[in-house]
């Protein structure tokens, strides 16, 4: 049975749906997993749960805080994102790679694993347990990171990002906890990641434009060069998730 919610995300209403069976076959169980965790270390724990761009992931997220604080033996769990910690647009603006024997802005690729400041990713998790840690968000008003927006309240936190089990220097030195990857890559995701950048004030010819040569590298590579998760999950034939 479909169970359908309706969830904020990045400012946006954003319309989701969860199986039944997988709130008591997967959540369930992975929440329990993590209190258990949490206890044993007795201490903050960090969760990276990476999947490719419009996989999901960050409806699962809020799916998995609300169901968090359903349930009076679990401990409450809460999530962030790693999009605050993209480089300025000044930085992006000022800097640049080499791709195929072309010289490329950061500006163009922003979302790409080099737009990130991974060594300020890997300080915070480094003193997460510290009291009065907080966490960057990113602001779609002014293109920029906002420093310290969120209060790390919750001693499960978990980290949602395309690029946390990145198989590449330096996002392979981050650790973690828990780790687990949302498998997913078909172009049903390039409609939403569309319907997306729409949402957010793009005319459709630029939104797939800009999916086109931006988004789908970026799932290609997600889905190519990422190591498994402590919990791997894939869509399966039926619209629920399975284990794989």
């Excluded at 409806?59 to 009076?72: F, N, V």
Aim: glycine residues 6%; contains cysteine.
């Amino acid at each position: 049975m479909k169970e359908q919610f309706a969830f904020q995300v990045n400012g946006l209403m954003i319309a989701a749906e969860f199986d039944a069976r997988d709130r008591e076959k997967i959540f369930l169980p992975l929440l329990r997993r993590l209190t258990a965790l949490q206890r044993e270390r007795g201490r903050r724990i960090a969760v990276f749960l990476a999947a490719p761009p419009a996989a999901g992931k960050s409806t699962l997220c809020c799916y998995l805080e609300k169901l968090s604080r359903e349930e009076a033996e679990l401990t409450p769990v809460q999530t962030v994102g790693i999009d605050g910690f993209h480089y300025t647009q000044a930085y992006l603006e000022s800097h640049s790679l080499v791709r195929d024997g072309a010289e490329i802005s950061l500006r163009k690729i922003k979302g790409a694993p080099e737009t990130y400041d991974v060594p300020a990713l890997a300080a915070l998790l480094a003193r997460l347990e510290l009291p009065g840690q907080r966490w960057p968000l990113y602001d779609r008003r002014i293109h920029d990171p906002v420093p310290e927006a969120v209060e790390i309240r919750e001693q499960i936190l978990i980290v949602e990002g395309n690029w946390l089990l990145l198989d590449e220097a330096p996002w392979r030195d981050l650790r973690c906890d828990y780790s687990i990857f949302l498998r997913a890559g078909d172009e049903r995701q390039l409609e939403r990641i569309v319907q997306r950048k729409m949402m957010g004030g793009y005319g459709e010819e630029a939104a797939r434009a800009f999916v086109r040569a931006n988004d789908w590298p970026n799932i290609q590579r997600c889905m190519e060069h990422s190591r498994r998760g402590d919990l791997n999950l894939a869509p399966a034939p039926d619209g629920t998730l399975e284990v794989v």
